[in-house]
T-cell receptor
Framework: GENVEQHPSTLSVQEGDSAVIKCTYSDSASNYFPWYKQELGKGPQLIIDIRSNVGEKKDQRIAVTLNKTAKHFSLHITETQPEDSAVYFCAASLGSNQFYFGTGTSLTVIP | DTGVSQNPRHKITKRGQNVTFRCDPISEHNRLYWYRQTLGQGPEFLTYFQNEAQLEKSRLLSDRFSAERPKGSFSTLEIQRTEQGDSAMYLC??????????FGSGTRLTVV
């Protein structure tokens, strides 16, 4: 199956700064890459996703980039706010109904 | 619609007991998924239903685990003879397509 690695495991940034989280995947056949935000005691919430035929996607302060050749994808959050503090998970899918998740990044935005 | 609903939110059980969790997906979603999440880890796939048919099962789903979706609406996940290693958050998700899952808030199981 697919193997997804995620870095860093923890990240602290000052409010207003940018945050970048990186993931790599092992199976070149993976074609869908969602990012989820999980707050304490809640289920993961989809924040942005990208398909393998696109190199970059942006939604307001959040962007995702995909490098298929290198098999890595990244989440970029600009102008971070305290409410961005949460655990973020990347995932990869081979087009089946199963997602393979990374181990998560705990983001803390310091006011 | 209020999203994916899971009950109970928390369950504490003694080792060896059976437990059952319920998931009510978003009403128009025909796809339903169960995942398990242990502390500090990402969710791991357990099983997938399309309508009432269980189409995929993970190797994680041992013979002590069974999932059903009898009428293609709500789903139940049962764990028989619980073990301490079963302690985790059990997440349910639903979708219309194989993308863009909506997760519920999960059921946290503690086996003592």
């Amino acid at each position: 199956g697919e193997n997804v690695e995620q870095h860093p495991s923890t990240l602290s940034v000052q409010e207003g700064d940018s945050a970048v989280i990186k993931c790599t995947y092992s199976d070149s056949a993976s074609n869908y890459f969602p990012w989820y935000k999980q707050e304490l005691g809640k289920g993961p919430q989809l924040i942005i996703d990208i398909r393998s035929n696109v190199g970059e996607k942006k939604d307001q302060r959040i962007a995702v980039t995909l490098n298929k050749t290198a098999k890595h994808f990244s989440l970029h959050i600009t102008e971070t706010q305290p409410e961005d503090s949460a655990v973020y998970f990347c995932a990869a899918s081979l087009g089946s109904n199963q997602f393979y998740f990374g181990t998560g990044t705990s983001l803390t935005v310091i006011p | 619609d209020t999203g994916v609903s899971q009950n109970p939110r928390h369950k504490i059980t003694k080792r060896g007991q059976n437990v059952t969790f319920r998931c009510d997906p978003i009403s128009e979603h025909n796809r339903l998924y169960w995942y398990r999440q242990t502390l500090g880890q990402g969710p791991e796939f357990l099983t997938y239903f399309q309508n009432e048919a269980q189409l995929e099962k993970s190797r994680l789903l041992s013979d002590r685990f069974s999932a059903e979706r009898p009428k293609g609406s709500f789903s139940t996940l049962e764990i028989q003879r619980t073990e301490q290693g079963d302690s985790a958050m059990y997440l349910c998700a639903s979708s219309l397509r194989p993308y863009g899952y909506t997760f519920g808030s999960g059921t946290r199981l503690t086996v003592v």
